[in-house]
């Protein structure tokens, strides 16, 4: 049912925790199951130069944040903004139908932090 490479960042996921003084802080969740996913970004000249997550979330929503971090990772703002679930679905060599909406909450929540990101930089204006 599910890829290798699901299975892969499912039991390994990458970039797993907080990150202190985080430049943007993204949370979000699924009404349905309840399941919560939350992204810190670190950005330096408009480069996002640290990533970190935490899920408490179903396998695919920890496959989907893990690849999702790896995919923004050292990429533009512009960049990170254009990432969608598609993408993230087919970099783990895709998902099963039901569980495509798990994917929507990384692509949520990096979305999310860039937009606190953002916030936060009009503040400090
Ligand atoms: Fe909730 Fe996957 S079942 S995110």
New binding site residues.
């Given amino acids: 049912m599910y890829s290798d490479k699901v299975m892969d960042h499912f039991s390994n996921p990458r970039n797993v925790g907080e990150i202190e003084n985080a430049d943007g802080i993204g949370m979000v969740g ?1 009404a349905k ?1 309840g ?1 919560i996913m939350k992204m810190f970004i670190k950005v330096e000249k408009n480069v996002i130069t640290d990533v970190k997550f935490k899920t408490f ?2 396998g ?2 920890i496959a989907t944040s893990s690849m999702s971090t790896e995919m923004v990772k050292g990429k533009t703002i512009e960049e990170a903004m254009a990432l969608t679930n598609k993408a993230v679905a087919e970099a783990l060599d895709g998902l099963p139908t039901q ?1 495509i ?2 994917s929507m ?1 990384a692509e949520e929540a990096i979305h999310a932090a860039i937009e606190d990101y953002k916030k936060k930089q009009q503040q400090g204006d």
Avoid: I, R, T, Y
Wanted: glycine fraction near 10%.
């Fill in positions: 699924n199951c399941d979330g179903c695919a929503a569980k909406h798990c909450l």
